[in-house]
Nanobody
Framework: HVQLVESGGGSVQAGGSLTLSCVAS????????LGWFRQAAGKEREWVAG????????YYDDSVQGRFAISRDNAKNTVYLQMNSLTPDDTAMYYC????????????????WGQGTQVTVS
């Protein structure tokens, strides 16, 4: 079965950077979309960024546009989220997801999820 495993979370001071990684295993298809979501304490999970599986097209929520960069390495079945200029508002559990719908800008309809990695910005 498909498994997504995130890594790279941690604690960082405001203005710092982190890079999250997510390795997908158990699947042989090229995903239509790979994405990152986050959920802060007491809030609903929100979409952060998405990238198409077959083209380099990437999409970002306005709150992270210009600060975060999503990328993928299909040979390694890995998707990354480079996060720069972090603020306390970025504190959340970050989840990667696979299988989203490209026509929505990779914002929704994901079928597979990782367990999450915590990012704390102080």
């Amino acid at each position: 079965h498909v498994q997504l495993v995130e890594s790279g979370g941690g604690s960082v001071q405001a203005g710092g950077s982190l890079t999250l990684s997510c390795v997908a295993s158990g699947g042989t298809q090229v995903w239509s979309c790979l994405g990152w979501f986050r959920q802060a304490a007491g809030k609903e999970r929100e979409w952060v960024a998405g990238i198409r599986g077959l083209t380099p097209a990437a999409y970002y929520d306005d709150s992270v546009q210009g600060r975060f960069a999503i990328s993928r390495d299909n040979a390694k079945n890995t998707v990354y989220l480079q996060m720069n200029s972090l603020t306390p508002d970025d504190t959340a559990m970050y989840y990667c997801a696979a299988g989203g719908t490209a026509s929505t800008g990779c914002r929704s309809d994901y079928g597979y999820w990782g367990q999450g990695t915590q990012v704390t910005v102080s």
